[in-house]
């Protein structure tokens, strides 16, 4: 390789370098990036999959875990704004075991109607689930006797809903066949505590029609 050959490699080389060294700042100075940032301070954990590190924002579906059982409605409000930032590419949230209450769900961004969300062990009841509606909830998981038949008008409303996970609740078999009368739309899925002999028992799911 002549001279001119060595000097037209050395600039495209020291060209691609730039090239990527200004994408990759460019990312970390994202408001993708910023709002990570946030959230992560906030006790809420992005796990990414697809193209590229979290970090960057470069997911292609997200995880969102809350894992702060201090994690309350206030704390929701703050992270509204930020979580907004990755609602096209949010596929689960998980706020069990935190202190959100029915009235903290009003903060919930509006996502795309592909979401999962994870309700156990909260301060939510039934009175207000129909706040969940428009906010691109798929499928809703509720864990607990805070929830009862009394509530089944309420997750009704839900129109996007189409499947509804329970665990330890008070729904009796009519109000999950009134579910089922209300929403045919919607599957019903009830997990429950079986024995199967002395010290042994296991978690079993049965669908309800």
């Known amino acids: 390789m002549g001279v001119k050959g060595r000097k037209l490699l050395l600039i495209v080389c020291v060209g691609s370098i730039a ?7 460019a990312a970390l100075l994202s408001p993708e990036r910023r709002a990570f940032r946030e959230l992560e301070a906030l006790g809420v954990e992005l796990e990414c999959t697809g193209r590229g590190p979290r970090e960057l924002g470069m997911c292609v579906y997200q995880t969102v875990i809350v894992d702060d059982a201090d994690f309350d409605d206030a704390t929701l409000a703050a992270a509204r704004e930020p979580l907004g930032r990755f609602a096209e590419e949010v596929v689960y949230f998980d706020l069990s075991h935190t202190r959100i209450t029915e009235a903290g769900l009003e903060h919930l961004p509006k ?10 062990d909260t301060r939510v009841t039934g009175e207000n689930l129909s706040m969940l509606d428009g906010r691109g909830i798929r499928r809703l998981h509720l864990c607990g006797d805070e929830f009862g038949d009394e509530d089944i008008d309420e997750i ?3 129109t996007e809903l189409r499947y509804l996970g329970v665990w330890k609740t008070r729904l009796t078999d009519q109000g999950i066949k009134r579910i089922g009368a209300l929403r045919p739309d919607m599957e019903v899925f009830e997990a ?17 029609e």
């Not at 429950?192 to 309800?208: C, H, I, K, Y």
């Open 192 to 208: 429950r505590m079986v024995e199967w002999g002395p010290g042994w028992s296991a978690d079993v799911s049965a669908d309800e």
């Open 156 to 158: 009704a409303t839900i």
């Open 19 to 25: 090239i990527a060294t200004a994408i990759l700042c």
């Open 111 to 120: 996502f795309r109607p592909i979401v999962w969300l994870w309700l156990c």
